[in-house]
């Protein structure tokens, strides 16, 4: 098939370059002349695994271009993908401008029958919006397809190529016939619904997952005041296959471009129609409070007054295997150590030039590997995790510090690296140890 995707952002250029994989002949648009000349150039503007391997293998191959041409693109293909950004305004509800920009841009390109199908996440009733939008501008045929992305950073090729199952919304069921017969060497599991249906799946997926996620967190707080271990909970709860093992990580809670930004949208959606989503609400509640858990920590350990200490921090990004810094826990936890007269040290393999980019702040001393951001400070807080922070060598760890107290954001460490060393450590929803021994549990009334 002739494919035009639109936006080469995340979704995009990795959606562009497994659709050519797949055999297809894609032509990758984007307004921002610069990114296009990296990609022209064999360069990725992103950082993903294997993502430049494979787009220079189908560069290579003739199946995969990039343009900033729009109109010639669009008259080349039959399908066309939207994949452009929908960034949240400050109300939460997410911003079109770039879809109907480029709605507009399609419309008056059109030369014949195309599929116009819409990956970014986009609120209920957007489609339908952006058929009329079209339909005022051209007379030529089209159909409408919602095709929502599941895809994470750090795994989005093999999300891509080997996806749990393909949402299809169509009215038409020649379009969705045909979609179904793109999709087919992924997956069998294909879910054709009406298009407001497949809009909504996307949000509601987004938004499980998330609550997921708070769940484990709340059960992870009352964890440690109970004297039980989360992991050993979760791993109890998720071999129920109603439950399911995945997303029950406790942690400092998510981050990055998506959770954050749908849990907000769906929200607002709902308010929108009047209905007010107390649990989505309670879990991006909860999730903003988590990432707090390890100053309350620090503040266990030293008193309110962090003023003046040196803490190092160990990961930037929102989770390990990308350089995304966007809403990583890493900023506001950073931010409250700078406010409170705190000399941070922090090190990540990867984000650190994107967080220092968004953090836009110069009183944080930036390292260059994770036993050099260590040095003389007083505690350590892990934040990402990163496979490297695990193999790093506790002795040498404990040593470069200057008091060895480590606060594991991720719960990384496990009892056994900790026998035989000094270290005062704290996780999340886990029993805290002392010199490697287990603090006494609490006491139950
Ligand atoms: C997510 C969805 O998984 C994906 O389907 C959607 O298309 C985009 O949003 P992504 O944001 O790339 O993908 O990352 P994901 O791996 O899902 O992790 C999101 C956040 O949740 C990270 O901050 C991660 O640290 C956190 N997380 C995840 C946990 O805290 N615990 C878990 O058990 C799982």
């Not at 060497?185 to 497949?198: F, Q």
Request: with cysteine.
């Amino acid at each position: 098939m002739n494919i035009t995707v639109i936006g080469t952002g995340y979704v995009g250029l990795v959606s562009g370059v497994c659709y050519a994989e797949l055999g297809n002949r894609v032509i990758c648009v984007d307004k921002d002349r610069g990114k296009i000349d990296t990609l022209n150039a064999g360069g990725i503007p992103i950082y993903e695994p294997g993502l430049k391997e494979l787009a220079s293998a189908n560069r290579a191959a003739g199946r995969l271009s990039f343009t900033t041409d729009l109109a010639e693109a669009v008259r080349r293909s039959e399908l066309i993908i939207l994949a452009v950004g929908t960034p949240p305004l400050p109300s939460g509800e997410a911003n079109l401008d770039y879809i109907d920009q480029a709605a507009l841009e399609i419309a008056d390109a059109m030369n014949g029958y195309k599929i116009v199908a819409v990956k970014s996440t986009v609120p209920v009733g957007t489609n339908e919006r952006l058929g009329k939008l079209i339909r005022a501008r051209t007379s030529k045929r089209f159909d409408s397809i919602s095709l929502p992305e599941f895809l994470r950073e750090g795994s989005a090729i093999q999300d891509t190529l080997h996806p749990d199952r393909i949402v299809i919304g169509a009215d038409s069921p020649s379009a969705a016939a045909t979609m179904a017969l793109l999709h087919r060497p992924l997956t069998e599991r294909i879910v054709v619904t009406d298009i407001r249906s497949a809009e909504m799946i996307k949000y509601a997926s987004n938004a499980f997952l998330a609550t997921k996620i708070s769940f484990i967190n709340e059960i992870a707080n009352i964890c440690e005041k109970v004297g039980a271990d989360v992991t050993q909970v979760a791993e109890g709860m998720g071999y129920d296959s109603r439950i399911g093992s995945s997303f029950l990580k406790a942690g400092i809670g998510y981050g990055g471009s998506c959770f954050p930004k749908d849990t907000r949208a769906l929200i607002q959606i709902a308010g929108n129609v009047d209905y007010e989503f107390k649990l989505l609400r309670s879990v991006v509640e909860v999730n903003r409070d988590q990432r707090f858990n390890v100053i309350r920590k620090l503040e266990t350990i030293f008193g309110s007054e962090l003023n003046g200490k040196t803490i190092a921090v160990w990961g930037l990004a929102f989770k390990p295997n990308t350089d995304d810094v966007r809403d990583s826990p890493a900023l506001d936890i950073i931010q409250h150590l700078v406010d409170n007269g705190v000399n941070v040290r922090a090190y990540d393999p990867i984000a650190t030039a994107n967080f220092r980019a968004l953090f836009g702040k110069s009183d944080v001393v930036w390292c260059d590997g994770a036993l050099d951001t260590a040095r003389g400070a007083d505690a350590l807080c892990l934040l990402t995790e990163w496979e490297e922070f695990s193999q790093v060598d506790l002795g040498e760890l404990q040593a470069a510090l200057n008091r060895p107290i480590l606060i594991d954001g991720r719960n990384v460490f496990k009892e056994e690296h900790l026998l035989g060393t000094d270290f005062v450590y704290y996780s999340v929803g886990r029993p805290s140890l002392s010199q490697g021994v287990k603090q006494p549990i609490p006491v139950l009334q």
